[in-house]
C-alpha cells in the first residue's frame, strides 16, 4: 500500500485530461524547416536521410517517410533543420504530408461529415501489424491504457474484424501479410475505412526498396487517415481521428 502511494506521488496524474492539448515532454515530433539559406552545394541533410524523406530546392520533407531520427539535425551546417514537439502530424491524404519553410504546418484535417454520422459516436478498429517491427503495435496497444484511455470517445480496439468499422494498418505489408491483411479487409463490414499508421505503412519507410513487400493494398484502398511517426505516438493519432470524426474534446 505505501508503495502504491509512493509511486502515485513520484509520478502524479497518469491519467490526460486534455488530450488535444497535451505536448509530450521530449517527443521529436513535426520538423521546424527554418527561412535560413543552405551552404553553397550542401546535401548532408538528404545524403544522412535513411527513408529518402528529405528533398532539396526548396528543403521539405515528407513525413509519410521520415522515420524521426533526427540525424538531419546535426549535419546541417545552417541549422535550418529542427524539430518540435507538436504531434499534431496526420492527414487525410498522402500528398498534405510535405512540410517545408513555405508551408511549415500541415492541412488542418476537416470533419468527415460522413464518416462522423457513421462513426462519431462508437468506433471499432481491427489492428493488423503486416511485417511491422512492434514499435508501432505497443503505441496502439497504449491507445486504451490508463493514460490515454481513447474508448472515453467510443473508440476501441476490437479482437475480430467481423466487429470493426475499420482497419488500423502499421508496418510495411510484406508479401508473407498480403493475404492475411486482405481476409482480414474483406471480413470487416461495409461501410469501413483504413487508417495507416507509422513510416512504414504510409511509405514502407526504411524498408520502402525491399522485394519482400507487396504494397497492392494500398493501391486499392486509400487510407482515410495518414499518421506518421516512427513509432506513431497515441496522442498523433488521437489529434487526428479525433478532427476527423469531428469529436468534441
Request: hydrophobic share 40%; glycine share 8%.
Amino acid at each position: 500500500m505505501l508503495k502504491s502511494i509512493a509511486v502515485r506521488k513520484s509520478q502524479g496524474t497518469q491519467y490526460i485530461a486534455d488530450l488535444r492539448a497535451a505536448k509530450p515532454v521530449g517527443f521529436r515530433g513535426k520538423p521546424v524547416i527554418s527561412d535560413a539559406a543552405c551552404a553553397s552545394g550542401c546535401q548532408a541533410c538528404q545524403a544522412i536521410c535513411p527513408t529518402q524523406a528529405i528533398q532539396l530546392l526548396p528543403v521539405q520533407i515528407d513525413l509519410g517517410r521520415c522515420v524521426m531520427c533526427g540525424d538531419c539535425e546535426p549535419v546541417c551546417p545552417s541549422h535550418k533543420l529542427s524539430f518540435s514537439n507538436d504531434i499534431k502530424l496526420c492527414a487525410t491524404s498522402r500528398e498534405a504530408l510535405t512540410v517545408s519553410s513555405a508551408h511549415p504546418n500541415l492541412d488542418p484535417i476537416k470533419v468527415s461529415k460522413a464518416l462522423h454520422q457513421r462513426f462519431g459516436r462508437s468506433l471499432k478498429l481491427r489492428s493488423v501489424s503486416a511485417g511491422g517491427c512492434n514499435g508501432c503495435e505497443l503505441e496502439i496497444n497504449a491507445w486504451s491504457n490508463v493514460n490515454f484511455d481513447l474508448g472515453r470517445y467510443g473508440i476501441d480496439i476490437v479482437a475480430s474484424p467481423r466487429h470493426a468499422d475499420g482497419l488500423v494498418l502499421s508496418g510495411p505489408i510484406t508479401r508473407n501479410m498480403a493475404q492475411a491483411l486482405q481476409i482480414c479487409w474483406d471480413a470487416i463490414p461495409e461501410p469501413k475505412l483504413v487508417i495507416a499508421v507509422g513510416a512504414c505503412a504510409i511509405s514502407g519507410g526504411v524498408f520502402a526498396d525491399s522485394d519482400a513487400l507487396d504494397r497492392e493494398f494500398l493501391e486499392r484502398f486509400k487510407p482515410s487517415l495518414y499518421v506518421p511517426g516512427c513509432p506513431a505516438h497515441p496522442l498523433t493519432f488521437i489529434s487526428g481521428i479525433m478532427n476527423l470524426l469531428g469529436i468534441a474534446g
